[in-house]
Nanobody, 127 residues
Framework: QVQLVESGGGLVQAGGSLRLSCAASGGTIRWRAMGWFRQPPGQERELVAGVSWSWSGDNTYYADSVKGRFTISRDNAKNTVSLQMNNLKVDDTAVYYC??????????????????WGQGTQVTVSP
């Protein structure tokens, strides 16, 4: 059973930056797709960024709303996944969740394919 713990959320002004981290325990992230999701108040959870794996290398993908501003990265040795968020906007305000698929999952997973979730960390962007 994989446990995921997010950290790094907080309050930041528009235009600022935050770096979220997700520490995994109970299993390796090495052969899993990892994702960052967010859920704004009163809205559904949405994918922000993901990193899948294959034998030929990892692939990253982003929601259109964050392309060019957010960067997802993984450190398999430390068993962590990070989300660097730059040029934050008020609309980025949400609870951010880290998620992992089952091991050896390849390709681009949908929300239902993520088997493990963290408890979330709040990101608030003020005007």
């Amino acid at each position: 059973q994989v446990q995921l713990v997010e950290s790094g959320g907080g309050l930041v002004q528009a235009g600022g930056s935050l770096r979220l981290s997700c520490a995994a325990s109970g299993g390796t992230i090495r052969w899993r797709a990892m994702g960052w999701f967010r859920q704004p108040p009163g809205q559904e959870r949405e994918l922000v960024a993901g990193v899948s794996w294959s034998w030929s290398g990892d692939n990253t993908y982003y929601a259109d709303s964050v392309k060019g501003r957010f960067t997802i990265s993984r450190d398999n040795a430390k068993n962590t996944v990070s989300l660097q968020m730059n040029n934050l906007k008020v609309d980025d305000t949400a609870v951010y969740y880290c998620a992992a698929t089952s091991i050896y999952y390849s390709g681009s997973p949908s929300v239902g394919d993520y088997a493990y979730w963290g408890q979330g960390t709040q990101v608030t962007v003020s005007p």
